[in-house]
Every structure is written in C-alpha cells, then in structure tokens.
C-alpha cells in the first residue's frame, strides 16, 4: 500500500505576494478625484465692486487648471439659488459650451443677498452627484451680508447656515472655502462656517485680487489642481503628448500584471500537484539480531467440576451505612449600594439684561464656557462638539 501525502505550502511565495500587493495597490489608485461646487454672489452690489465683471473670466482659468477626472459646478445666488451648471466631468468634449452658457447667467442683476440658499443648493448637488470616493469642495463667494429683505428672516437664515448647514457639510466630508469680498461682506460668517467645515476663510477688497485667491485656492486643492491648462483650453483636434505620469502609470500597470502571472502560476502548480500527489513506499521490516522471543500458548480452560471444588465459601453480605452530609446555605452577599451622582453646577446667572460688547443691539444671552462671559447669539460658533465664542474658537485655533 503506498500512502498519499499533501504538497508543502507555499508560505514564502504568498508572503511575497501580499508584500507586493500592498505596496503597489495605494501607488496605483492614485489621488482621489476632486469635486468642485463654486457658489457665486450675482448682487447687484457686486457690479459696483466687480465693475470690469472679471468673474466668469477667472472661472474659466480656474476650470482649466482642474485634472481630467475632475468635475465642476456653478451656483449663483441672489434673491434665491439657481444651479447653472451641474457637476460636469471637465474632460467632456461639451464642456466648454456647457460652461460659458452657465457664465451667461452671471448679471449681478438681483436685488438680494441670499447666501445660506445657495450654500443648500450646492450641498444637495454634491449629496446626491457625487462619487463615494471624490474630495468634496465648496468654493463661496460674496461680497456683502445675508439680505433676503427682512431683517428678521436674514437672522434666521443665518443661524440656519451656521447650525444646520455647516455641521451638515462637516459630516458629509465637504469643506467649505469662504471669501468675503470688500469691507462689507460678513467675513465672521464666512470665517465661522469654513472653519467648522475643515476649509479655510479668505479676505480681499479689489477685484484684481480675485484671481489670484483663486488659483491660491487651487494650490491648497492639492494633487486634483494644477499649474498648467488641462485640455479644456487645447484645441479640439490637436492631440495630447503623453505624460511622464501617463507612462509611469503604464510601467506600474506591468508590474502588476507580472505579479498577478506569477501568482496565478504558482496556484496552478501548486494544483497540479495536489492532483496527482506524492506518494512514498511503506517502510519494510529490519530484522534485529539476538535470540526469538517464546511463544506463549494459552492456558487451559477449568472444567466446572473443579471451579466447585475450588470455589471459596458464600459470606452474608453486610450493609455498611454512609454519612449523609449536610448542606449548610450560605448567606446572600450585600448588595451594592449606588454612589451619589455629583451635581453638575449651572453656569453663573445672568445679574441682568446686558448688551453685548460686540453687538450693542443685542442682549448676551448666551454663556461661553471657555472665557466663562455672556456674549449674544452672533458671537457664538461651534468648535469641537462645545458651542463657545468666536474670539475663543479663534485662540483654541492658533493654539
């Protein structure tokens, strides 16, 4: 009989394998692409400050300084929000009427400052558009306050940008880039809500500045914003050169391929031979010098004529009577007794109706943790999950 054996495992190989694996799988995914959501002020008050309406320019260049697996979209707002164009990959062939039909829109004809309005309208975009893995950015541009011609309602729809729509876009992974354009725009709104998002606030006052913030924007946007045109600005019958990172992508491409033809013929082999197996012959018998071992024969059986003979005689059996133990039950253990909960102190009452220093027209109402003072609704932002004031979010900033 000849016996089947199992194939070593292949444990050096496979350990090769994950190792290559690993450090090649992240090289060749590459950067995420970008999505890009710019939200524009089309204010009337932007035709004074925008006097040359340099903006759609600046649009463009920004468009065509995105990768090729980028997308872009465009909201204006005004009296209301108006998506002009939705997240449209940039290296479609169509893109460039697509956009400067949307720039079309851009007038500064509307009356009204509805800022929070176009904010929603570009997160909604971005909610239901976007890819799973895409970085997600929201560029807002406005040079003035939220104005929807009721002071009251532009209050409410403040808070509603800075309690719902910020921590909104905080949890969908979207930062939101603010610039505030001129000494009028509310560039604490603008500093609140990029910092509670992850992005970043900016500030200019000329038109001339425009441009540039935007393409400093672009540098921050990392890998997915570049510093040359991408084909959206070549012409359509001309064709691309390839790039050193085209072809450093093919050569990690092969690298690949030759690991995974080495690996699928290592499984084949290892197969095959599981297959047919590895058989070895049964081990023979050496015979050991010396004398053999006796035979031994089994004894004979007793006939029942001698078992009687010999059998020893009948004892009355005795009865012994054991212990019974007894079980002694034990007592129940104390129960815990609950420790009192400490009292949580309430913060300091408030000794009277008192203004806010900032906010002469408002009363302080509300009470910061951090440098323990009463400051109005308008001061207070939200910083780590604690609802504290702006002048303490920006020193917990630079710390």
């Given amino acids: 009989m000849r016996k089947r054996i199992c194939p070593r495992p292949y444990f050096p190989f496979a350990a090769l394998v994950c190792f290559l694996t690993v450090s090649l ?8 692409p970008l999505e890009v959501m710019l939200v524009l002020d089309n204010s009337g008050s932007m035709k004074k400050n925008d006097p040359n309406a340099i903006m759609p320019d ?9 990768s090729a697996d980028s997308r872009l979209g465009i909201v204006i707002f005004g009296k209301g929000a108006g998506l002009v164009l939705p997240l449209t990959e940039v290296n479609r062939p169509d893109f460039s009427p697509l956009l400067e039909k949307s720039l079309a829109n851009i007038d500064y004809g509307s009356l009204l400052t509805d800022t929070p309005a176009g904010v929603e309208r570009a997160l909604y975009e971005l909610r239901q558009k976007s890819r799973p893995v895409a970085r997600r950015i929201i560029v807002l541009f406005t040079d003035g306050i939220v104005d929807v011609g009721n002071t009251e309602k532009g209050l409410e729809r403040e808070r509603w940008l800075r309690s719902n729509l910020a921590p909104n876009a905080q949890q969908l992974g979207i930062k939101i880039f603010g610039i505030a354009f001129t000494e009028d725009a509310d560039f604490q709104l603008m500093q609140s809500v ?20 935007f393409n400093q924007i672009g540098g921050k946007l990392g890998q997915g914003f570049s510093g040359e045109t991408n084909a959206l600005s070549l012409p359509a019958k001309r064709k691309a050169q390839p790039s050193a990172e085209s072809a450093q992508s093919v050569s990690r491409l092969l690298l690949l391929a030759g690991v995974g033809f080495v690996f699928l013929l290592g499984i084949v082999r290892m ?23 006796s035979i031994l024969h089994p004894p004979e059986p007793i006939r029942p004529a001698e078992m009687e003979l010999h059998a020893p005689p009948s ?33 300091p009452p408030l000794p009277g109706p008192r203004m806010c220093q900032k906010h002469p027209a408002w009363k302080a109402t509300e009470f910061c943790p951090e440098c323990a003072s009463y400051k109005c609704k308008n001061c207070m932002t939200e910083k780590n999950g604690r609802t504290i004031c702006a002048d303490c979010a920006k020193k917990l900033q630079h710390r």
């Fill in 25 to 32: 799988c992240p090289s060749l995914a590459g950067p995420p």
């Fill in 271 to 293: 197969l095959v031979r599981r297959r047919k197996g590895v058989s070895t012959p049964i081990k023979e018998e050496i015979p050991v010098p010396g004398p053999k071992p």
């Fill in 58 to 66: 600046v649009v463009r260049r920004f468009a065509g300084h995105l």
């Fill in 194 to 213: 990029a910092q509670s998002t992850g992005g970043e606030y900016f500030r200019i006052l000329r038109a001339s500045d425009i441009e540039g913030l």
């Fill in 315 to 347: 004892r009355p059996q005795e009865t012994t009577l054991e212990p019974v133990a007894t079980i002694i039950p034990q007592p129940a253990p104390p129960k815990p007794v609950p420790l009192p909960e400490p009292a949580i102190e309430p913060p």
